[in-house]
């Protein structure tokens, strides 16, 4: 799952910088772990795609671009959208 | 369906100056997000209505759709759609969202502010 995120997001959005961090081992036991240890995930991403969107619609974008990831296994996303 | 689901967070949204789609509610958040948010809304001493979409799987998915915006919590200030955890928290930290809240003449503890 954190290299499907990390390739989406670099095929899509050509960021300058992309740190992707699986989280799950913090929520280990929580609501939404399904045991795969791939559920929840920090995402910072920097790409001049961003410029001139708003907060939310940078964060709708990647939100957009992980839909079937969204559907199939993330719980948590967290995200840091950054215009360069 | 959608509508009459779409009707309900309109007339919500309008009726409260803050509204904000959690899971739980804000004396028991059960989602370490909607605790995020609704401790600095707490924080900020701002009123706001808590709207628990664990207890309603329609209002659940409807604010999703409504905002097209795939996850809890949602934030809506003055009808107008915030964000969720990770943007209020940015707001936050940056003083915007307590800009935000002066712009639209919402009450709130500016000592709580700084």
């Not at chain 2, 739980?24 to 948010?37: H, L, N, R, W, Y």
């Not at chain 2, 209505?49 to 998915?61: G, P, T, Y």
């Not at chain 2, 809506?76 to 307590?98: N, T």
Request: net charge negative.
């Amino acid at each position: 799952m954190e290299e499907t995120i990390r390739r989406k997001l670099a095929e899509s959005l050509n960021p300058s910088v992309l740190e992707v961090v699986n989280e799950s081992h913090l929520h280990a036991g929580h609501a939404g772990d399904d045991g795969s240890g791939e559920t929840h995930f920090r995402v910072k991403v920097v790409s001049a795609a961003f410029s001139s969107m708003t907060r939310v619609e940078m964060q709708r974008l990647v939100y957009e671009i992980l839909k079937m990831e969204m559907g199939i296994g993330i719980h948590a996303l967290s995200i840091n959208a950054l215009a360069e | 369906m959608e509508n009459i689901i779409f009707d309900r967070i309109r007339s919500d949204i309008q009726a409260n100056d803050v509204v904000l789609y959690m899971k739980g509610t804000a004396v028991f958040p059960q989602c370490g997000f909607s605790a995020a948010v609704t401790q600095i809304l707490t924080q900020l001493g701002v009123t706001f209505k808590d709207v628990n979409v664990l207890e309603d799987s329609a209002i659940r998915q409807g604010v999703k759709d409504f905002a097209s915006w795939p996850t809890i919590p949602q934030l809506y200030v003055k009808g107008e759609f915030l964000g969720g955890c990770d943007i209020v928290r940015e707001m936050y930290a940056s003083g915007e969202l307590q800009q935000i809240l002066r712009d639209k003449q919402i009450a709130f503890n500016e000592e709580a502010a700084a």
